[in-house]
């Protein structure tokens, strides 16, 4: 069956015509044919809203009695029966009345949908579960009555039914929202206009970030790459250094300029993970960000201006600011810098702010590289071999105007060059070269290698000598260079990664995201597994990974003797996996401080139950006593010697030893269930069965099975649960209700087919409960305050609990309406289906 289709009209405040609104559209969809129906408006008596109603069927509603009033809720069966193609539901945050089909409206509505029928309703955004602390700062007060963000964000259709602050309360006081005795309260407290202007904006933005949402999920479905800028999403790229603070403010200006401006900081680095920042400026950094309402990022590539295009396309941004470019003119001449790039390769759907500083222009500090590019190897060969030929030309050219030391001077100038820019290689090469070309065309005899003049002949081993050792010493410097360089990279991993994880509620993911950014993987995970033979278990993984496919793994990092870091993207070099086996010991610390917590925990539990034990023990010892006492006595005065009772006496004094002995069995019985619980050693024997019928039954057998009625259908479905478990409930329940139910006052005791459950109800009209008592009443030894000594140790309540849960049941408490306690059991429907 294809579901309904939901469509809501979202509001700022009341009164601002969202029924009006979704009435109008039943009209609309009725004048085309369409089968509408009302399963429930709310008209607060306003007679506009009235109005609208007429002319819709009206699906007649559900009467409840509750607390002494009537109350109207939407009867979702007869909607069911009904079948229209379209139902309109008012209100979709409102709380049903006790006893209905579910708690909330939004989940009626759900079922709704789930026949295949469509829903238009109607919801305020203070009732939005998320804005619930947000609504409550602004108007002091806190919604009772909530729906989750994800029942709204999940709807086909959001309409925003608006209306400026003036005009809403305009209408208010011309009383077209609250009664005249309700206007003026209002008006001054919760529909001030700073309230509600507020409240607009924040519906406003709310709904923006939905259609954001969608406008990002049709272009990734379409595979669409250039940025539309429907909003204004500004970028600010920051490496960290001085002048990345001012950069960030001066991006949260103008993203404030623009309605719904988000700001988005981005913190570039090399691709190899060197960080040129401190951690503790990246850290204050982060905290400005998270201070002026933006996010902050990592963004990592060879490339800075690539990497923050990219960035900058992939979150759909409209500008993206940058800081003027710390490097002096002399640096500037050996290439453009990064805003250059960036303006350059922004095209026409992105704008470059470049912002200055005080750091501009004053040098900048060279990112250490890791082994000399390739690039620069390149350069290195070309200028070994072709400007040797170039330099030898030139030379040749000029012979008249020179000798041979500046000729041997100008060769090691060149091979110091080739030195510095491609290494060992190309600069013995070039000493190589220079060293033949000295001997064949500058040295006599010339056109032939031998020397006549031993000066010469010296001249040009001292140069070959002189060559090779700067090339190796340059060469030394830079290998030195990059083990610093990577051994600077994995403290400032480590640092990071000790500091990012001691704040984290779960360290083991951000432990993987660390790795993954780092080492630029695609994903990423912790599995387990207790033996060989054993199948692997995902301990914390991120998005993307698949356990199955651990034979594909780059790395595979043993955390401990059952666990295994597992990693997948590119092939990993081996200093490279040296610091992946530092955050695997680093994750097998998370464990194990994760384990040391579990034992704690256990161990709080132990010192718990012993708490128990011994409340216990005090709780029953004068219980226990009590009818003990009350036996012997009787019994001792049964059998004094000489002793005449007549029948009545004698009657009575048995019936003192039986009253005693049912009261000690039920004690013994209840400590014995909830030992039994608290150790887990009851295992629930569930079948189907009529539970009706095990109601009945035992009703029979309780104290006084005269006072209780049972009300039933007898058509009713089978439910899931164990008899004996069941049996042990109801009694402890029905009991409960006798003894606080005054004078001869009836207990009744009804069940019904709700939802997917089957509910018992046991119904008194004792004293009641106090709302803020209801929950405590389920906890072991909690009696009420005018339960006597000697009447039970408060288990009963605490049994029926244990055994609901081990039947995958439940049990609470509510008011009977009118006065009383009612205790609600409900429990799994056999055939898992919902009433016809």
């Known amino acids: 069956m294809t579901p309904g289709r939901l469509r809501i009209y979202l509001g700022a405040a009341p009164g601002v015509g969202k029924t009006v609104a979704m009435l109008s559209e039943g009209h609309r969809r009725a004048e085309r044919g369409t089968d509408v129906v009302v ?38 069966d007869a909607v069911l029966e009904r079948r229209p193609e379209v139902v309109l539901v008012d209100e979709l945050a409102h709380t049903n009345a006790p006893g209905s089909r579910h708690a909330k409206r939004w989940e009626d509505v759900r079922d709704l949908l789930a026949a295949g029928i469509d829903v238009v309703s109607t919801v305020n955004v203070q009732h939005l579960e998320s804005l619930n602390d947000v609504v409550e700062a602004i108007t002091g007060i806190r919604q009772q009555e909530t729906v989750p963000d994800e029942v709204v964000r999940t709807a086909d259709q959001i309409e925003l039914v608006d209306m400026s602050p003036h005009a809403l309360r305009r209408r208010m006081a011309h009383g077209n929202i609250y009664g005249p005795d309700r206007v003026d309260a209002a008006l001054a407290n919760y529909f001030r206009e700073g309230n509600l202007t507020a409240l607009r904006e924040l519906s406003l933005l709310w709904l923006a970030d939905r259609v954001d949402e969608g406008l990002e999920r049709y272009r990734r479905d379409q595979g669409i790459t250039s940025s539309w800028p429907a909003r204004e999403r500004v970028v600010v790229a920051v490496t960290g250094g001085p002048e990345s603070a001012a950069l960030v403010r001066r991006g949260a200006q103008i993203a404030a300029r623009g309605a719904g401006g988000e700001l988005v900081v981005a913190h570039v680095t090399p691709a190899d993970g060197l960080i040129d920042a401190r951690l503790e400026s990246i850290g204050e950094i982060r905290t400005l960000v998270a201070e002026l309402g933006g996010t902050f990022h990592t963004v990592a590539g060879d490339d800075a201006a690539a990497a923050i295009l990219d960035f900058a396309r992939g979150v759909n941004a409209r500008q993206v600011v940058l800081g003027a470019s710390r490097r002096t003119w002399w640096q500037a001449l050996r290439g453009r810098g990064v805003g250059s790039h960036v303006v350059e390769g922004a095209g026409g759907d992105i704008d470059t702010v470049i912002v200055t500083h005080e750091q501009a222009h004053r040098g900048q500090s060279r990112r250490g590289r890791g082994a000399l590019a390739g690039r620069r190897r390149l350069a290195g060969w070309l200028l070994a071999t072709l400007g040797t030929v170039v330099l030898t030309a030139l030379l040749i050219a000029t012979r008249e105007s020179h000798d041979l030391p500046l000729e041997v001077l100008l060769f090691l100038a060149l091979t110091v060059g080739c030195a510095l820019a491609g290494g060992l290689g190309p600069a013995v090469v070039s000493a190589l070269l220079g060293s033949l070309s000295l001997n064949w065309f500058f040295t006599d005899p010339v056109g032939t290698l031998t020397i006549t003049n031993p000066q010469n002949a010296a001249a040009v081993v001292v140069f070959l000598v002189v060559a090779v050792s700067v090339a190796s010493a340059v060469h030394l410097s830079d290998r030195r260079a990059a ?47 207790p033996s060989v033979r054993a199948p692997w278990q995902v301990v914390a993984a991120l998005p993307g990974f698949d356990v199955d496919q651990l034979d594909r793994a780059a790395v595979l990092a043993p955390v401990d003797d059952t666990t295994t870091l597992a990693l997948f993207g590119p092939v990993l070099a081996a ?28 161990a709080g539990a132990l010192a718990r139950d012993n708490r128990a034990r011994t409340a216990l023990l005090s709780a029953v010892s004068h219980d226990l006593r009590t009818p003990l006492a009350g036996i012997k006595a009787a019994v001792s005065t049964l059998r004094q010697p000489g002793a005449a009772f007549d029948a009545q006496d004698e009657a009575d004094l048995l019936e003192t030893i039986e009253e005693s002995s049912d009261r000690l069995t039920t004690l013994v019985a209840n400590l014995l269930d909830i030992s039994r619980l608290q150790s887990g050693v009851v295992a629930a024997q569930v079948s189907e069965g009529a539970v009706v019928e095990t109601i009945r039954r035992t009703v029979s057998t309780v104290s006084a099975p005269d006072r209780v009625r049972v009300l039933a259908a007898d058509d009713l479905p089978l439910a899931l649960y164990d008899e004996v478990l069941l049996d042990r409930v109801v009694a402890n329940v029905v009991e409960n209700a006798l003894h606080h139910s005054g004078g001869r006052q009836e207990v009744v005791v009804k069940a019904y087919a709700t939802g997917h459950h089957l509910q018992v109800r046991v119904v008194d009209r004792g004293s009641g409960v106090p709302d803020s008592s209801k929950a405590a009443i389920f906890a072991p030894f909690q009696r ?14 605490a049994v029926a609990r244990g055994l609901m849960e ?27 289906r919902m009433p016809a």
Do not use: N, Y
């Open 483 to 529: 083990a610093a360089r990577l051994a600077q990279r994995e403290s400032l991993a480590l640092e990071r990664s000790a500091q990012t994880l001691l704040g984290e509620q779960d360290p083991l993911t951000a432990l993987l995201e660390q790795v993954a950014d780092l080492f630029h993987l695609t994903t990423a995970g912790l599995v387990r597994r």
């Open 39 to 76: 399963g429930l408006v709310e008209t607060h008596g306003r007679a506009h809203t009235a109005q609208a109603l007429g002319g819709l069927e009206v699906v007649p509603t559900r009467e409840v009695v509750h607390r002494g009033s009537t109350l109207r809720e939407m009867d979702v």
């Open 784 to 797: 009420l305050d005018d339960a006597p000594r000697g009447s039970g140790v408060g288990l009963g309540l």
């Open 806 to 832: 081990t039947m995958d049941g439940t049990i609470a408490a509510e008011d009977t309406p009118g006065g009383g306690l009612t205790i609600v059991l409900e429990l799994p429907r056999a055939d898992g």
């Open 575 to 602: 200093d490279e996996r040296r610091l992946v086996s530092a955050f695997a010991a680093h994750a097998e610390a998370v464990l194990r401080r994760a384990d040391l917590a579990e034992q704690a925990r256990r």
